[in-house]
């Protein structure tokens, strides 16, 4: 059985992995009791936490002993839980004390006031586990249980504490980390998409920290917040500790909080598994730290060779500016089995180098970078203060078969064209292709070439098979043709996968004809940004050391270079998080999402013009921007972290927030891109795949002219947005192409509201044309109600289900006991606009602890009370608590009616700002309100909403919830 343990004992002691044979600390040594592992006194510690797992197959029992020196009150906690786990509480004696055991994989929580003396936590389990037990001390409450001992004779807490951990940590973090990679490294980055951690935000001291990268890349593991962390912490994944004073400072990382600490396997030997990862803060300052030494490593390496032709592959480092003693990047690399060509710096500040290679024969070649031991010797990598390379960097690249092996095994396409024309970017290596034709183009020949003796075979019916190749009916929208080949030894085997995608002449129809296919085969990875000047389409791209604007002609998709714009400049990192771009056709803005800036470049020659530099309102919630737009007078600047649309004069930079657009309490949660006509303004949604529209001139939301069929065309995380008036390209994040789609020009796309909606001829509370989901309670007497939906002009109503009598006006509805949804589609006069109308009739029941749904609040929405956090009645009135931001108060009801009663709204907002509403309750003369960051319940007189501090009530508990 093995058992690795992480103990966090309150303010005085983390502790390392049990087992003597890896070094563990004395305290750890088994003493007593050889199943047992010793925690010491723990009766002045707030909380102890242990990390472990049991790894038998047929399970096992773990024991910890810990000690009270006086009486306290002890809540045992496990949680966190893979399997099922129970746990048992017992005195010296052996004596059980309290237990838990519920099934699955449920938290076990038990609470005891126990006598001093000494005490043991026995964890069983029938199978493998992974576990975190929390001891947590509080004062004693009632009297103790146990038997009383004499403590401190087995251990002395005193001598616990590890001088290399900070003192006074408190849990602020705990997440699970999914392990994703990529060619650079394992764990978690939100720039490269790959992994995933859950959750990404924690708070310390009322501030709020993002997670922006946790993974472990070239030797190195990295921790990227996008604010800095300032106070000393540990950093927990699966047991193994990083201290922050011991960590390093990563100089190529441009974020706020950057830490960096040598590693080796700590999430690489963990592709594909989860890790719990936790973070526990104190009191002292973080001291000031050194920077860490640079990192290499390899990517876009080929998986094979054909002995003879020329490959290419790239070398990385993790910050700009190395240099190799006494020689160039050339004479540092060693390749085996072949020969070093053209080495090309391709990032500006020396990050990136893309190396050619010839194969000596049709042996494996080894292309490597090795770690110095000093920066004198010649060819050594450093940085110029003398940070040597910290690892050896290797790529291997396989070899051919030889002339006399078994039949070929290559399965590979040696050419993949359509209608005779090469597909763009074609590679054997690369096997998915789209691409767009024009909404006239109704067949399309696909023809692939394999290698001598390898057979090709496509997907779907040959539409002429008299003709060389594979013809494909398209209809409208995406067409996807798989092509296998079976290599000559019959067995090996390939796919390669072709999407035409046909375009279409409708209103906010997919002009796949114009989609910009040719992103990938540029090297153009993400397409963060879109203007043009109608002739040059510029796409910015903040893809890992590639952050650069590509140009494009407009009218061919065909790359235009001598128009790039650099916006990674040698030895400056402040412009590196390229998102959106705007031009005046002089100046060329660039959104930075980690600076609140906007970088100016001259268009012209792509040099920085730092005099035209916009700084966005950071404290005013535009600490993020994203997407831009300007009609040359303002600058319209999006953030999705404050769900709203800033606007600023765009001749002096400051605020005009009467030109603000607020997309919170709209769907468009997400705001990204930016384009307007001049009277429609289009917001980009990359949680929603939609484009919403507002009208320009008062922010209004304008649901007609919204592009709501991305989706459909496989169009997911939508980004930056350009037009021009009769296409809008549209790209997608961290994606290699932009989608185009037609503009609805002046043409109304026609009316699918519903001007009124009834539920047995009374109007559905709240009911809005843009409001699409409405629910409501009847009694459970109620068997039937009839639905009717009115629209606007020559506009079709359609009901959901089958109408109960279709004699009556209207739709007749049958209830069943509970939710019984309605969904009404409005077919505008046009015959292609829609809109979707849900109505959920919820019937109640009878039967105890049965839904008494005619009693439910339905009438919240309405009000604009977005949360529900607490409760509270006198039989009269309901006040319901809200914490949505900006919005924390107390909201009021009548009981009877569920109807709104404003006059008795009590006003929740400290003077401080965000208040963290939780639960209420009243004795009918003051009204006290839980706050969970402040350890508090607040008291305000019920009858007027004054605050009455004198009866304000500081708690023991750090987060209340429930009064």
């Known amino acids: 059985m093995r058992a690795i343990v992480a103990v966090l004992v309150g303010a005085s002691a983390v502790l390392g992995p049990l087992a003597s044979a890896m070094g563990a600390s004395p305290e750890l040594q088994i003493r007593d009791d050889p199943e047992a592992v010793e925690l010491g006194d723990i009766a002045d510690e707030a909380k102890t936490v242990v990390n472990s797992s049991i790894d038998d197959a047929a399970g096992g029992v773990v024991r910890y002993e810990f000690e009270l020196s006086s009486p306290r009150s002890v809540e045992v906690v496990l949680r966190l839980l893979t399997a099922n786990l129970d746990v048992f509480l ?23 006031t126990l006598a001093a003396g000494s005490y043991v936590v026995r964890l069983e389990s029938a199978g493998p586990v992974r576990y975190r037990l929390k001891l947590k001390v509080t004062e004693p409450v009632g009297e103790p249980v146990g038997t009383r001992t004499d403590p401190g004779t087995k251990t002395d807490p005193g001598t616990e504490s590890d001088p290399g951990v900070p003192a006074d940590l408190v849990e602020a973090w705990t997440s699970v980390l999914d392990v994703g990679a990529s060619d650079d490294g394992a764990g978690y980055s939100r720039w490269a998409q790959f992994g995933s951690l859950t959750p990404v935000q924690f708070e310390v001291d009322g501030s709020s920290y993002d997670v922006i990268l946790l993974a472990e890349i070239a030797g190195g593991l990295y921790l990227g917040l996008r604010r800095s962390l300032d106070t000393e912490f540990t950093l927990e994944i699966d047991g193994q500790q990083f201290v922050g004073s011991d960590s390093l400072v990563p100089a190529g990382l441009a974020l706020r909080g950057t830490y960096w600490w040598p590693t080796n396997g700590v999430l690489s030997a963990s592709l594909g598994s989860a890790a719990d990862v936790s973070l526990s803060v104190g009191s002292d300052t973080l001291p000031e730290r050194g920077a860490a030494p640079p990192g290499a490593w390899f990517s876009d390496v080929p998986d094979t060779h054909d002995g003879s032709t020329s490959f290419t592959l790239e070398l990385n480092f993790d910050e700009a500016d190395v240099e190799v003693t006494a020689g160039s990047m050339a004479d540092a690399l060693t390749v085996t089995g072949g020969s070093l060509g053209v080495v090309t710096e391709v990032s500006p500040a020396g990050k990136t180098w893309e190396l050619t290679v010839t194969p000596d024969a049709a042996g494996d070649v080894t292309v490597s970078l090795n770690a110095p031991t000093d920066c004198v010797t010649a060819h050594a990598v450093c940085t110029a203060d003398g940070r040597i390379l910290r690892n050896t960097a290797q790529a291997v690249v396989q070899g051919t078969v030889d002339d006399d092996d078994p039949p070929a095994s290559s399965a ?48 779907g019916t040959d539409a002429d098979r008299l003709t060389d190749g594979h013809q494909l009916g398209l209809s409208e929208g995406r067409n996807v043709v798989t092509v296998t080949v079976t290599a000559a030894d019959g067995n090996t085997t390939k796919e390669y996968t072709v999407s035409i995608n046909r375009g279409s002449e409708a209103p906010f129809g997919w002009s796949a004809g114009d989609d910009f296919d040719t992103l990938a085969a540029a090297g153009n990875k993400s397409a963060d940004g879109l203007w043009s000047d109608g002739t040059t389409m510029w796409v910015s791209d ?17 790359r235009d270079p001598s128009k790039d714009i650099r916006v990674r400049q040698p030895g400056a990192f402040g412009d590196a998080h390229v998102r959106d771009i705007w031009s005046d056709g002089t100046t060329m803005w660039v959104a930075n999402h980690f600076e609140a800036k906007l970088f100016a470049y001259t268009l012209a020659g792509g040099q920085r013009d730092p005099a035209r530099d916009l700084n966005t309102d950071g404290a005013g919630g535009n600490e993020a921007p994203l997407g831009l737009w300007s009609d040359g007078t303002t600058m319209w600047v999006s953030d999705t972290h404050s769900k709203k649309i800033f606007a600023y004069t765009l001749a002096d930079g400051q605020r005009d927030p009467g030109k603000d657009i607020d997309t919170d309490g709209t769907a468009n949660t997400g705001p990204v891109g930016l384009w307007s006509d001049g009277t429609t303004m289009w917001v980009a949604d990359s949680f929603d795949a939609k484009l919403y529209a507002f009208t320009l001139a008062d922010g209004q939301r304008d649901p007609d002219r919204d592009f709501d069929t991305l989706s459909g065309h496989g169009h997911t995380l939508p980004w930056a947005i350009w037009s021009d008036g009769a296409t809008m390209w549209v790209s997608g994040f961290l994606n290699d192409k932009i989608f185009a789609y037609n503009m609805p020009g002046n043409v109304d796309p026609g009316n699918a509201d519903l001007s009124a909606l009834t539920v047995d001829g009374v109007s559905v509370a709240g009911f809005s044309a843009s409001i699409r989901w409405y629910q409501f309670g009847v009694d459970a007497s109620v068997a039937r109600v009839t639905v009717s939906g009115v629209a606007d002009g020559a506009a079709a109503v359609a009901y959901s289900g089958t109408d109960a009598d279709s004699v009556t006006d209207g739709h007749q509805v049958d209830l069943s006991e509970g939710r019984n949804n309605v969904r009404m589609t409005v077919t505008a006069a046009d015959g292609r606009t829609r809109k979707g109308y849900t109505v959920s009739i919820n019937r109640g029941s009878e039967a105890p602890y049965g839904w008494s749904a005619e009693d439910d609040f339905d009438t919240l929405a309405a009000a604009d009370n977005r949360s529900v956090t607490g409760l509270w009645s006198d039989g009269t009135t309901m006040w319901v608590a809200d914490d949505a931001d900006g919005s924390e108060r107390a909201y009021a009801y009548t009981l009877a009616t569920k109807q709104r009663d404003p006059g008795k709204d009590i006003d929740l907002r400290k003077p401080s700002g965000d208040t963290h509403v939780r639960s209420i309750w009243s004795d009918g003369t003051t009204m006290w309100m839980g706050e969970s960051h402040d350890a508090k319940l607040y008291a305000f007189t019920l009858a007027d909403g004054q605050r009455d501090p004198g009866k304000d009530i500081d708690i023991g508990n750090q987060c209340p919830y429930g009064l």
Do not use: P, W
């Open 90 to 112: 017992e005195d010296a004696q052996g004596e059980v004390l309290g237990s838990g055991t519920e099934l699955g994989r449920s938290d076990e929580r038990l609470t005891l």
């Open 412 to 459: 590979d396409l040696s050419s993949l064209t359509v209608d005779g024309v090469s597909v763009a970017g074609f590679s054997a290596g690369v096997t998915e292709y789209q691409f767009g034709v024009d909404a006239s183009v109704a067949q399309v020949t696909v023809s692939g070439v394999a290698d001598e003796g390898a057979a090709v075979a496509y997907s």
């Open 542 to 558: 903040d893809s890992y050391g590639n952050e650069k604007i590509f140009a494009y002609t407009l009218a061919t998709k065909q």
